[in-house]
C-alpha cells in the first residue's frame, strides 16, 4: 500500500474528531444561515459506515424535530439502502418529516438500487404528493425513468450523478442531462437542476422555464457556486443547497477532496470568472 493511500486513510479516520460534529444541531444551524442568505435547504443524513438502520431513523427523525420550528423552506433527503429499502423504517421518518412539513426527496446510489429506490418512491407518492428522487444523468435508463414519472406530482431532481451504469457505454452525460430535461418539460411538479457546471445549469433551467416547468437550481454546500448561482438569478430560478451532516460526512468529504486535486483551481476558476 502506497503513503498516499496511507496518509489518505489517516484523515478519513480522524476527521471526525478534527471538524465540527455534524450532528442535527449543525446541520439546522447552517439551514439557518442559509435562510437567511436567501436560500432554501435540503437536509442529507450520511450514515457512519457500519451505522444501524435504527439510527439512521433516528438521526433523520431529530433533524425533521429540530427544523419543526424553523422559517427554512427546506427538504429531508433519504438514502434508502442503508435502510434496507424497509416501509417500516421509511414510514417512520416520513412521519416525523411530516410532523416538521419537510417532503422528502431520495437520493441516488448505485445502479443496482434503482429499481428498490424507486419502490419507495412510489410506496409514499400517493399520500405524500411532494416525495422526490434523483434521477442521475449518467444512467441511460433516466432517460425511461424520467417519462414514467414525468406526469406524477413526484419532485425530480437531476442530477449527473456518482454511480456509472456498469457495462454499457457511458456517452455524453451532460448531453443526457440536457435531453432528460426535455422530456420533462411542460410537467406540473418540479424539477431540481443539480449541477455546478453553470453552462449547464443555464440551459436545462432555461429548457424547463420556457415549458413553463416550476425549476429551481441546487448546489451542494462546499463546492463552488459563486458561477451557477448568478446564472440561477439572472433567470430569477430559487437557489436550494444540499446540507450534508451525519457521522459519515466528514469521511465522506475528506475522501472526495482528496481524490479531487483540482478543486483548488476550481474555487480559483469561480472566484475570478
Same mark, same amino acid.
Given at each position: 500500500?502506497?503513503?498516499?493511500?496511507?496518509?489518505?486513510?489517516?484523515?478519513?479516520?480522524? !476527521?471526525?474528531?478534527?471538524?465540527?460534529?455534524a450532528d442535527a444541531a449543525y446541520a439546522v444551524e447552517v439551514a439557518e444561515q442559509l435562510r437567511v442568505?436567501?436560500?432554501? +435547504?435540503?437536509?442529507?443524513?450520511?450514515?457512519?459506515?457500519?451505522?444501524?438502520?435504527?439510527?439512521?431513523?433516528?438521526?433523520?427523525?431529530?433533524? =425533521?424535530?429540530?427544523? !419543526?420550528?424553523?422559517?427554512?423552506?427546506?427538504? %429531508?433527503?433519504?438514502?434508502?439502502?442503508?435502510?434496507?429499502?424497509?416501509? !417500516?423504517?421509511?414510514? =417512520?421518518?416520513?412521519?416525523?418529516?411530516?410532523?416538521?412539513?419537510?417532503?422528502?426527496?431520495?437520493?441516488?446510489?448505485?445502479?443496482?438500487? =434503482?429499481?428498490? *429506490?424507486? =419502490?419507495c418512491v412510489r410506496h409514499l407518492l400517493d399520500d405524500h404528493p411532494g416525495t422526490g428522487v434523483a434521477?442521475?444523468?449518467?444512467?441511460?435508463?433516466?432517460?425511461?425513468?424520467?417519462?414514467?414519472?414525468?406526469?406524477?406530482?413526484?419532485?425530480?431532481?437531476?442530477?449527473?450523478?456518482?454511480?456509472?451504469?456498469?457495462?454499457?457505454?457511458?456517452?455524453? !452525460?451532460?448531453?443526457?442531462?440536457?435531453?432528460?430535461?426535455?422530456?420533462?418539460?411542460?410537467?406540473?411538479?418540479?424539477?431540481?437542476?443539480? *449541477?455546478?457546471?453553470?453552462?449547464?445549469?443555464?440551459?436545462? %433551467?432555461?429548457? %424547463?422555464?420556457?415549458?413553463? *416547468?416550476?425549476?429551481?437550481?441546487?448546489?451542494?454546500?462546499? $463546492?463552488?457556486?459563486?458561477? *451557477?448561482?448568478?446564472?440561477?438569478?439572472?433567470?430569477?430560478?430559487?437557489?436550494?443547497?444540499? +446540507?450534508?451532516?451525519?457521522?459519515?460526512?466528514?469521511?465522506?468529504?475528506?475522501?472526495?477532496?482528496?481524490?479531487?486535486?483540482? $478543486?483548488?483551481?476550481?474555487?480559483?476558476?469561480? %472566484?475570478?470568472?
Open positions: 500500500m502506497s503513503w498516499r493511500w496511507r496518509f489518505k486513510q489517516m484523515l478519513v479516520r480522524n !476527521a471526525p474528531k478534527l471538524l465540527p460534529r442568505q436567501g436560500y432554501a +435547504v435540503t437536509l442529507g443524513h450520511f450514515p457512519a459506515d457500519k451505522g444501524s438502520p435504527d439510527a439512521i431513523v433516528a438521526a433523520n427523525c431529530a433533524v =425533521a424535530e429540530a427544523m !419543526a420550528s424553523s422559517e427554512c423552506d427546506a427538504f %429531508l433527503a433519504i438514502k434508502a439502502p442503508p435502510l434496507g429499502f424497509d416501509p !417500516a423504517r421509511l414510514d =417512520a421518518i416520513r412521519k416525523a418529516a411530516d410532523r416538521a412539513a419537510l417532503p422528502m426527496v431520495f437520493d441516488a446510489h448505485q445502479f443496482e438500487a =434503482a429499481d428498490q *429506490t424507486l =419502490a434521477l442521475p444523468a449518467r444512467w441511460w435508463r433516466s432517460l425511461d425513468d424520467a417519462m414514467a414519472l414525468r406526469d406524477t406530482a413526484a419532485r425530480l431532481r437531476l442530477v449527473k450523478g456518482e454511480w456509472a451504469e456498469p457495462g454499457v457505454p457511458e456517452g455524453d !452525460a451532460g448531453e443526457r442531462f440536457l435531453a432528460i430535461a426535455r422530456k420533462l418539460a411542460g410537467r406540473a411538479a418540479p424539477v431540481g437542476v443539480a *449541477t455546478h457546471d453553470p453552462a449547464l445549469a443555464d440551459a436545462a %433551467l432555461k429548457i %424547463l422555464l420556457a415549458a413553463g *416547468t416550476p425549476c429551481e437550481l441546487e448546489q451542494i454546500r462546499g $463546492l463552488p457556486r459563486r458561477r *451557477t448561482v448568478a446564472v440561477a438569478r439572472q433567470l430569477k430560478v430559487r437557489v436550494r443547497v444540499y +446540507v450534508p451532516f451525519g457521522e459519515g460526512w466528514w469521511p465522506y468529504a475528506v475522501g472526495k477532496a482528496l481524490d479531487r486535486p483540482y $478543486l483548488p483551481m476550481w474555487w480559483l476558476k469561480d %472566484l475570478i470568472a
